[in-house]
């Protein structure tokens, strides 16, 4: 290659950079704009970091292309394993699905706090369940070649445990996972949620596997899809993992949306990140689904998942004005319930929920001591189990 077109090619490599600066710089105003106004309805129960983030990385412009042009690199180069940065790794799964995997944990500090908040229970005389949400690699067939995760072994280490003491127990992977089944049959290709299908069909088995436990009214319908309208955004949900490479490294997902066909009636009451209250009511489409968190196709925000509830809100309390029942159940939940609480919410009477992560007034322990309950269930991920605040419930 000659000297001159050694220099047009730099040449023309620092005028796309000048570009890209030009543009960046004129169209910060509206992008500043366009941040302000993504910005409503996002404070409900996230920091103001975790708020304002992914709609300012929303609009810094052509960030869309070139994690989308990494992503197409990444896809042509074969590359099933890639590395983020600060220790954070992304694999390719052999159906499509992102994922990430994580080392042996301590089971010691999950299972005894869950076995002190059942202790606790039973002295009170009220029931207690404790489940985990499926996991997305339960084995290593999916995974990359020589690539080991440790997440369902650390779950069946807690679950080993805790059936020793007697704590009434669900394992969602045994349960959920068929013998032909993929992670895309359960989980967004690109997150780690699971999907408002496999919430609805998990919400099912909770309540199905243990209907003589709490011995309240069990209304099977409530968890069946061909019980609600549902819309599909096809192609549509860039979830966290997707949001990193844009969507032509493993696509996007399908987003769906459910609304019974029966009539409902709700009243939702939950306190944002600042306090404040944030009250809804009428059908479940609005009240329990807030269809505003859909926003673009393929967006880089990651917000569809909170279409359900709304957030990751530190309590929130949700009351079926047409059950005839009188039961309250406490929910200790994490992201993962955000659609599942939905469908049990369908089956209940009331149900408070509750985020140790987000939850402003104290511990567990000390709102158990403060209110009746009639029975009460832990639905944790695989990961957000063993957080600190996870495993510090006010039990000692």
């Given at each position: 290659?000659?000297?001159?077109?050694?220099?047009?090619?730099?040449?023309?490599?620092?005028?796309?950079?000048?570009l890209?600066?030009?543009g960046?710089?004129?169209?910060?105003?509206?992008?500043?704009?366009?941040?302000?106004?993504?910005?409503?309805g996002?404070?409900l129960?996230?920091?103001?970091?975790?708020?304002?983030?992914?709609?300012?990385?929303?609009?810094v412009?052509?960030?869309y292309?070139?994690?989308s042009?990494?992503?197409?690199?990444y896809?042509?180069?074969?590359?099933e394993?890639?590395?983020?940065?600060?220790g954070?790794e992304?694999?390719l799964?052999?159906?499509?699905?992102?994922?990430?995997?994580?080392?042996?944990?301590?089971?010691?500090?999950?299972?005894?706090?869950?076995?002190?908040l059942?202790?606790?229970?039973?002295?009170?005389?009220?029931?207690?369940?404790h489940?985990?949400?499926?996991v997305?690699?339960?084995?290593?067939?999916?995974?990359?070649?020589?690539?080991?995760?440790y997440?369902?072994?650390?779950?069946?280490?807690?679950?080993?445990?805790l059936?020793?003491?007697?704590v009434?127990?669900?394992?969602?992977?045994?349960?959920?996972w068929?013998?032909?089944?993929?992670?895309?049959?359960?989980?967004?290709?690109t997150?780690?949620?699971?999907?408002?299908?496999s919430?609805?069909?998990?919400?099912?088995i909770?309540?199905?596997?243990?209907?003589d436990l709490?011995?309240?009214?069990?209304?099977?319908?409530?968890?069946?899809e061909?019980?609600?309208?549902?819309?599909?955004?096809?192609?549509?949900?860039?979830?966290?993992?997707g949001?990193?490479?844009?969507?032509?490294?493993?696509?996007?997902?399908?987003?769906?949306?459910?609304?019974?066909?029966?009539?409902?009636?709700?009243?939702f009451?939950?306190?944002?990140?600042?306090?404040?209250p944030?009250?809804?009511?009428?059908?479940?489409?609005?009240?329990?689904?807030?269809?505003?968190?859909?926003?673009?196709?393929?967006?880089?925000?990651t917000?569809?998942y909170?279409?359900?509830?709304?957030?990751?809100?530190?309590i929130?309390?949700?009351?079926?004005?047409?059950?005839?029942?009188t039961?309250?159940?406490?929910?200790?939940?994490?992201?993962?319930?955000?659609?599942?609480?939905?469908?049990?919410c369908?089956?209940?009477?009331?149900?408070?929920?509750?985020?140790?992560r987000?939850?402003?007034?104290?511990?567990?322990?000390?709102?158990l001591?403060?209110?009746?309950?009639?029975?009460v269930?832990?639905?944790?991920?695989?990961?957000?189990?063993?957080?600190?605040?996870?495993?510090?419930?006010?039990?000692g």
């Amino acid at each position: 290659m000659n000297k001159a077109i050694r220099k047009t090619i730099i040449a023309a490599f620092f005028g796309v950079l000048i570009l890209l600066g030009a543009g960046t710089f004129l169209s910060g105003k509206d992008a500043l704009k366009d941040t302000a106004a993504g910005m409503k309805g996002r404070l409900l129960g996230e920091s103001a970091s975790k708020a304002v983030e992914p709609v300012l990385l929303e609009n810094v412009p052509f960030r869309y292309g070139w994690i989308s042009a990494n992503g197409i690199f990444y896809r042509a180069a074969g590359m099933e394993h890639i590395f983020r940065g600060n220790g954070v790794e992304r694999f390719l799964l052999r159906d499509g699905s992102m994922t990430n995997v994580h080392p042996t944990k301590e089971s010691g500090p999950v299972a005894d706090a869950v076995v002190s908040l059942s202790d606790h229970l039973e002295m009170k005389g009220i029931p207690f369940l404790h489940v985990f949400v499926p996991v997305k690699n339960p084995d290593d067939s999916f995974l990359p070649a020589g690539m080991h995760d440790y997440t369902y072994e650390n779950v069946l280490s807690v679950l080993d445990v805790l059936r020793e003491h007697g704590v009434p127990s669900i394992d969602l992977t045994a349960e959920m996972w068929t013998e032909d089944a993929v992670p895309s049959d359960i989980f967004y290709r690109t997150d780690h949620h699971w999907t408002a299908e496999s919430g609805m069909r998990g919400a099912g088995i909770i309540r199905g596997k243990k209907k003589d436990l709490y011995g309240f009214p069990y209304h099977e319908e409530v968890f069946r899809e061909d019980c609600y309208h549902k819309t599909v955004y096809e192609d549509w949900y860039l979830g966290s993992y997707g949001a990193e490479v844009g969507p032509l490294y493993a696509g996007a997902d399908d987003f769906s949306v459910f609304s019974p066909k029966a009539e409902t009636d709700f009243t939702f009451e939950a306190l944002d990140y600042y306090g404040l209250p944030v009250n809804r009511e009428g059908p479940f489409d609005g009240t329990l689904t807030d269809r505003s968190h859909i926003g673009k196709k393929r967006s880089l925000s990651t917000q569809c998942y909170y279409t359900y509830i709304g957030s990751n809100y530190g309590i929130c309390t949700v009351v079926n004005r047409r059950s005839e029942g009188t039961e309250k159940i406490l929910l200790i939940r994490d992201s993962f319930s955000g659609v599942l609480l939905p469908f049990l919410c369908m089956n209940y009477r009331e149900v408070t929920a509750i985020d140790p992560r987000y939850y402003p007034f104290g511990t567990v322990k000390e709102y158990l001591d403060g209110h009746d309950v009639d029975a009460v269930i832990m639905v944790t991920g695989p990961q957000t189990a063993f957080h600190e605040e996870f495993t510090q419930l006010g039990f000692g």
